[in-house]
């Protein structure tokens, strides 16, 4: 054989190590995290684990409840906001804007994506808490602003760039003959889309709205800044609270003299990496679905 | 934040070397932090470049089935989507695993595991897009798959996979996650791989978080300095796309 | 004897047949030209006779394939070497995203020519197609390059034959995505004849051309058939009458007729030919 076929045998063989290796990736991940959390998971069961709201790590208890139920209403919040506002705005920018316009939306979303979670806890800390605490006060409800409210506002702007990118991508591969049908039965232009567009597209938004979902419930740094860090159920939404990534990253540097604590920390991180990857499995395979069609 | 932004004696101060800055002290600058983040981001971009670029090219479908590529690149999706604190804490149990300190070193793992999926998933992106016929040109002449992959497919991607790399380049820039546990901070400019390194987005983290004002206000330059990283990247990555690009083939 | 003789080939994508029974010599140094319907199998029956078709997923190929007596689908046969004998013309021209040069050059560089088989393959054709018969009025000056520099020679001198040198002698350097769709097609076939092919294989050469370009590839074309065997896939049946010497004609996968071009357009013997010819189907 010529030397030049055995240097593309090689080379093939080579890249199916390379795959096997990005697919075991996801696998280590988990596996590693699992492993470390087994301790805990030894000790308490995980249902009494996750229902616990008793969090006295120096006792041994260790209850996710308040970080869980932290963590679902932070994002929650972000959703409520920003779902509406930006299928509106994905929408708008799809069937009505003027094609420059959609350019120049598409590279202010892509920056809004780039800009480091860092710079958004701050900005919230400057903007954010102060605007909730004045909001508080106007309502008679005494807050410092570092709140649920605040962590859900700066959450729904994070989420946003990735459900108006995807779901813009996803409304405008509805070919245009479905909406040329649809106007040519003398359809408005918003029943064209409503009953034509939005139905064709239904799947790619829903998973647009869990990447977003996903975006917000992963989140660390910016939430951890801002969102007030208290381990107890919050009441309303003017009350801190203090979501899973929160409890990870301010616990975990200093947590390896006790193991036990080490292993309840990596478990919320298993938990963590699962949720998320359920949900962004989850979307991405009804996106491979709409990308095939 | 423009209006509580930067201050003058904040920029007279950033560049001071060697002992930069510390999260208590009122005099500083912040250029480890500077030299650290760009440190851990090149290091990390090479890593996973060198890691990556095989496994783009590898989901062509001369290479593996289709399915296979599905499945990878689903997996590759879910690692791109999973937050980046849980690359701290893997990171973190893959430090202690390998008996390392929190270190340059570290913060490249830990950065590269965020970065890895950035990469591949953007690079294989452009490579989708390559044509067919393209391909079908090169292997007509009696070309390799590994020479058609090296000298045409490549060569076709090349704008748009400098994209890719900045892309993922920006994002491990800006991430404070997973180089929580994994870096370390320090006021020092770090001398070897093994040295604990300060990071501009722990600065920011950090320096907000003192009750100093004048430490603060370092906390503000530190996030200018990042978001003008952050913005400058971008731009380049658009003008470098457009200016390699006069090869491609549409 | 031919160069490419089919018999029996069959060729399947999954479950569904695209063509079956064929058996067939394609002559040698005449142009073949393979016409019928879209969507008959034509572009896959001229892949088959690159071995192109086993980029495609679920191909299944059956029968025998025979290129200078050896079997292409044998598992042993030597892939590269095949394609370095079987030169491919697609429908649309790809020109490699690097400079016009390099693209001529892309071929000899892969199968790491040196400089005398270089200059051997060139000196080899010249006795055929002598580069003085390439020059506008004969003249030998025309040619800047010496034989000293062979990379350089080499591209000019297939430049040439692909009828392309003068218009881009000044730019060889610059990006070949630059060029018109119509010097792009010239200078594919310029690239797939460096690799000195014994045969082209054409898929619809000129049907993403403008009628000046095409008729040039058509030009280009009748002066190769001398020296190469030329397979041409057209759906154009004017074009299958100015240029073919010999004609297979396809239908739903079938070979239903074949035969010297004369004979073939002037006394038809199957009735679906007949048809065909006079454009009743199409």
């Known amino acids: 054989m010529h030397w030049r076929q055995i240097k593309d045998r090689l080379s093939a063989k080579s890249m199916i190590l390379a795959v096997a290796f990005a697919n075991s990736l996801v696998l280590l991940v988990g596996l590693g995290l699992l492993i470390k959390s087994i301790p805990i998971l030894e000790k308490k069961s995980l249902f009494h684990l996750l229902l616990s709201s008793n969090w006295h790590p120096l006792r041994g208890e260790f209850g996710f409840y308040p970080f869980i139920v932290g963590t679902l209403e932070v994002t929650a919040i972000a959703m409520i906001l920003a779902v509406p506002v930006c299928l509106l705005s994905a929408i708008y920018l799809s069937e009505y804007a003027h094609h420059r316009l959609r350019e120049i939306a598409r590279i202010t979303v892509d920056i809004m994506a780039a800009i480091p979670s860092v710079i958004y806890g701050l900005w919230g800390v400057i903007v954010v808490v102060p605007f909730v605490c004045l909001l508080g006060k106007w309502l008679n409800t005494p807050t410092t602003g570092y709140s649920l409210l605040a962590g859900g506002i700066i959450l729904a702007i994070m989420a946003s760039p990735i459900i108006i990118s995807v779901s813009l991508e996803v409304l405008r591969t509805v ?115 709409v990308e095939k069609r | 934040m423009w209006c509580r932004g930067p201050r003058l004696s904040t920029y007279q101060c950033s560049f001071k070397p060697r002992k930069a800055a510390t999260t208590s002290e009122k005099r500083g600058g912040v250029a480890n932090a500077i030299v650290g983040s760009l440190c851990l981001a090149f290091g990390a971009s090479l890593l996973s470049f060198l890691l990556g670029l095989p496994i783009a090219f590898a989901l062509q479908k001369e290479y ?11 997996s590759l999706d879910i690692l791109w989507g999973t937050p980046s604190i849980v690359y701290g804490a893997f990171g973190f149990i893959i430090m202690v695993y390998l008996g390392l300190r929190a270190s340059l070193l570290g913060g490249i793992i830990a950065l590269t595991l965020l970065m890895l999926p950035i990469m591949v998933r953007s690079i294989d992106e452009v490579i989708r897009m390559t044509p067919p016929e393209l391909k079908e040109a090169s292997y007509a002449m009696g070309a390799t798959r590994i020479e058609t992959t090296f ?100 | 004897m031919p ?103 892309f071929g000899p560089r892969i199968h790491r020519m040196n400089r005398k088989e270089l200059l051997d393959q060139i000196q080899e054709l010249e006795k055929h197609i002598p580069i003085d018969s390439l020059c506008p009025n004969g003249r030998q000056e025309e040619t800047r390059h010496s034989k000293t520099h062979e990379m ?84 154009i049946l004017r074009q299958a009458r100015r240029i073919a010497d010999y004609v297979i004609f396809l239908y739903l996968g079938e070979l239903v007729e074949h035969g010297p071009a004369e004979q073939f357009f002037s006394s038809p013997r199957d009735e679906r030919t007949r048809a065909y010819i006079s454009g009743e189907i199409s």
């Open chain 2, 151 to 250: 000298k045409v497919v490549l060569r076709q991607a090349l704008p748009g996979m400098i994209t890719g790399v900045l892309l993922a380049f920006g994002r491990g820039i800006g991430d404070a996650a997973s180089i929580l546990f994994t870096t370390g901070y320090t006021d020092y400019i770090p001398r070897s791989l093994f040295d604990p390194v300060a990071s501009l987005p722990l600065a920011v983290f950090f320096q907000v978080a003192t009750p100093i004002p004048e430490v603060q206000q370092r906390a503000y330059a530190s996030a200018l300095i990042l978001l003008i990283i952050v913005l400058l990247i971008s731009v380049v990555s658009r003008l470098l796309s457009h200016r390699y690009s006069r090869h491609i083939i549409r």
């Open chain 2, 64 to 74: 593996i089935s289709r399915r296979l590529a599905q499945i990878t690149r689903l």
């Open chain 3, 152 to 235: 350089a020679y080499l591209v000019e001198y297939y430049l040439r034959l692909a009828g392309l040198w003068e218009e881009v002698r000044e730019r060889l350097h610059a990006p070949a995505a630059q060029l018109s769709i119509g010097q792009q097609q010239r200078l594919a076939l310029a690239r797939a004849l460096a690799v000195e092919p014994e045969v082209i294989l054409a898929d619809e050469p000129t049907s993403a051309l403008d009628p000046i370009s095409a008729q040039l590839i058509e030009k280009q074309f009748k002066t190769l058939k001398n020296h190469y065997t030329i397979v041409v896939v057209t759906h």
């Open chain 3, 3 to 105: 160069h490419i003789s089919l018999s029996n080939l069959m060729v399947a994508y999954g479950n569904q047949k695209v063509l079956q029974n064929i058996t067939v010599d394609i002559p040698n140094n005449q142009i073949t030209a393979i016409i019928g319907p879209s969507g008959c199998g034509k572009t896959t029956l001229l892949k088959t006779l690159n071995r192109l078709v086993d980029l495609y997923d679920e191909i299944r190929v059956e029968g025998e394939v025979r290129i200078d007596g050896a079997d292409i689908y044998d598992p042993k046969a030597d892939l590269l070497n095949l394609r370095k004998k079987v030169g491919f013309l697609s429908q649309k021209p790809y020109p490699l995203p690097m400079s016009i040069h390099d693209n001529i050059t």
């Open chain 1, 175 to 289: 070919p245009i003959q479905a909406r040329e049908a649809a106007l040519a039965l003398g359809t408005t232009r918003w029943e064209a889309i409503k009953h034509v567009v939005l139905r064709n597209a239904f799947h790619g938004i829903l998973s647009a709205v869990i990447l977003g979902f996903a975006r917000a419930f992963g989140e660390t740094i910016a939430v951890l800044m801002i969102v007030g860090n208290v381990p107890k159920v919050p009441t309303s939404v003017f009350d801190p609270a203090y979501p899973l990534p929160a409890l990870l990253a301010n616990n975990y540097g200093e947590m390896m003299s006790i193991p036990l604590y080490n292993s309840a920390l990596l478990l919320s991180a298993l938990i963590l990496l699962l949720v998320v990857s359920a949900f962004n499995m989850t979307a991405h395979l009804t996106l491979m679905r």
